[in-house]
């Protein structure tokens, strides 16, 4: 049983136009093991059978921010997957990773939306 307490936090849906630039992020909001995690980006698209690993992002706590409340150890960060020049092909649904602690926690997933009007 997990005795870690780390919430990874994505965004549920951005909706674009072709052409545009968006920058997906995950929030890591985590008790413990402050500043030690690596961060990992999925892409599940609409043609893809298994979704497969698209950045990383190794040992970075410069990104992070340490709760300004005194009792509480809660350290904040926020990691971005920036995309540039959307193509219809970059819609689908974007995971982030977390490995802390020596467990590996999952975002829900945005789904990132290629309104081509």
């Known amino acids: 049983e997990s005795n870690s307490k780390t919430v990874v936090h994505q965004s549920v849906s951005k909706s674009v136009q072709p052409g545009d630039s968006v920058s997906l992020n995950c929030t890591i909001h985590t008790e413990t093991c402050a500043g030690e995690h690596s961060v990992y980006w999925f892409r599940h698209g609409s043609g893809k059978s298994h979704p497969g690993i698209i950045y990383s992002i190794g040992d970075r706590s410069d990104q992070c921010e340490n709760s300004s409340e005194a009792e509480s ?45």
């Open 73 to 117: 150890s809660t350290q904040s960060c926020v990691y971005n997957l920036p995309k540039r020049n959307l193509s219809l092909s970059d819609a689908g649904t974007y995971y982030c990773a977390v490995a802390s602690c020596g467990e590996i926690l999952f975002g829900n997933g945005t789904k990132l939306v290629i309104d081509h009007k």
